[in-house]
């Protein structure tokens, strides 16, 4: 063996080259370690940088890719089939004609539009392509172009399909019910049936209210005799308004007594007040009523002496209302006997009407742009005459459901229904004299003690028994809304309405 034979050198390292960065990367062994001198710079994740949906979307979009040319094409034979489905026609599609090699071949298709009932085609566009799914495309696009058909807008389609979409729900058979289903509908039924829901109240609302016709016969009544009264004796009469529970659209089937206020020049007296009545008796609005059976009016003018009104009822074959017309003044004067067998109306009396007058006006501000807030007070009016243990006016009522629709947070019919008896039921009645603020009821930051105030800001004082009796009340509704017995505060039938 050759001792002396040269060992060659190792062969240099052959570097390799990163595609980013061609430059080759030196090594070199510092404290015993290697380090690469210039790294290759971090390519940005586009992952974590959000880019992935751009790609995507680069990718969805480029004509020339796979994934384009697919969305393309469904959406040219999307956008056919839904303007067939819209004017009730289908479409179809035919290869008439193959050429070409095998390997290059041209497909011609004919996209035919024809009516599925005769089978009579209405239109037809031939196109071609390299493929058959191409030369689709082709021929929907120029079907879209040059169809004749009116081609509708988008919400016009989706409203074609939710109605065939309904359509078909309700066109399916209906199944027979296994006796454990029938027993849980049933079950589910009765609980909805006394929980308190928008429709149960609307239902019962509906159960209440005046019919619509009689109203608009009172009204066309009134009419009449507003015009008769003013061209006759406009000299003394300023105006003509109804008051009450039908001149606030709270009227009720229970309801037969139609308010009407004549307010005078003057202070009105006895003998002013006849010579008006005997006046109107001699117009043809109570003329005509002699001679006709069915549209007939019965004047009564007993109680002008006593209520210092006087009454007159219109019936017909339809309804019978009863009108009680009162007299009031801007200009009062005491009331004292003027000559003998004459007298002013008494003060208190007049006070009282022209203070209804102003609450009428209060009434229409409040209410006025709320339809809510009349439904829950029909409901309310409705229990209170049935109830007499509830005893509340009109008046009180209006007030309390004013406190309820005057906090913004919801305008819901339930909302608000509920907040009448959590109102009443939290002693709300009672803080006046326990001296205690409340800013829920007063109003956020208000720190006032509340107090039930009518419309012209005076305190509305009750008796602590009545307050507490309500309260009383006003709990117990809340029990029976809270187990489901809202039938028990209604007064409803357990068979439900329709």
């Not at 929907?140 to 807008?153: G, R």
């Not at 074609?160 to 979409?165: A, T």
């Not at 009104?309 to 009108?323: N, Q, R, V």
């Amino acid at each position: 063996m050759n001792r002396n034979k040269t060992v060659q050198p190792a062969p240099q390292q052959q570097f390799r080259f990163n595609k980013v960065n061609t430059a080759p990367k030196n090594i070199v062994e510092q404290n015993g370690k290697r380090k690469i001198d210039n790294p290759a710079p971090l390519l940005p994740n586009p992952i974590l940088n959000g880019e992935h949906k751009k790609l995507k979307t680069d990718e969805s979009s480029n004509e020339n890719s796979p994934n384009g040319q697919i969305a393309e094409t469904k959406k040219h034979l999307q956008m056919l089939n839904d303007l067939t489905l819209f004017h009730k026609v289908k479409v179809k599609y035919d290869v008439i004609n193959e050429s070409g090699p095998q390997h290059a071949k041209t497909f011609q298709v004919k996209c035919s539009i024809y009516n599925p009932e005769t089978n009579v085609e209405l239109e037809s566009y031939v196109a071609s392509g390299t493929s058959i799914s191409k030369a689709k495309q082709s021929a929907a696009e120029i079907a879209l172009s040059q169809t004749k058909l009116e081609k509708p807008t988008a919400e016009q389609i989706k409203k074609k399909r939710s109605v065939k979409k309904h359509a078909s729900k309700e066109n399916q058979p209906n199944r027979p019910l296994s006796p454990l289903t029938k027993s849980r509908v049933s079950q589910q039924a009765e609980i909805e049936l006394h929980k308190l829901n928008k429709r149960l109240l609307y239902d019962k609302h509906s159960q209440i209210e005046a019919d619509k016709h009689h109203i608009e016969l009172i009204i066309d009544q009134l009419k009449k005799f507003e015009t008769t009264l003013l061209s006759m004796l406009g000299g003394h009469v300023e105006k003509v308004s109804p008051i009450g529970p039908f001149a606030k659209g709270l009227m009720l089937k229970t309801d037969k007594l139609v308010q009407l206020v004549v307010t005078l020049k003057s202070h009105p007296d006895y003998h002013t007040v006849k010579d008006l009545i005997d006046k109107l008796l001699q117009t043809d609005l109570f003329k005509k009523s002699e001679n006709t059976e069915s549209d007939k009016i019965y004047v009564d003018i007993s109680s002008l002496a006593s209520e210092y009104c006087f009454y007159f009822t219109s019936s017909c074959d339809e309804f019978e209302a009863k009108f009680q017309v009162l007299f009031t003044s801007d200009d009062l004067a005491e009331s004292k006997e003027i000559v003998q067998g004459n007298y002013l109306f008494p003060l208190d009396h007049c006070t009282k009407l022209n203070l209804a007058l102003k609450q009428q006006q209060w009434f229409e501000n409040r209410f006025k742009n709320s339809p809510n807030s009349l439904v829950v007070l029909k409901l309310l009016r409705d229990m209170c005459k049935r109830d007499p243990d509830w005893h509340l006016d009109d008046n009180l009522l209006e007030l309390l459901v004013n406190i309820c629709f005057q906090r913004k947070n919801t305008q819901d019919l339930n909302v608000k229904f509920r907040e009448f008896f959590e109102l009443i039921a939290s002693g709300a009645l009672l803080l006046s004299e326990m001296n205690i603020d409340c800013k829920y009821l007063g109003g956020v930051d208000s720190g006032e003690v509340f107090c039930l105030r009518d419309f012209e800001g005076n305190l509305v004082e009750l008796e602590r028994s009545r307050s507490e009796n309500l309260s009383r009340l006003a709990q117990h509704a809340l029990r029976l809304i809270a187990f489901r017995k809202i039938d028990a505060l209604f007064a409803m039938s357990n068979n439900k309405t329709n």
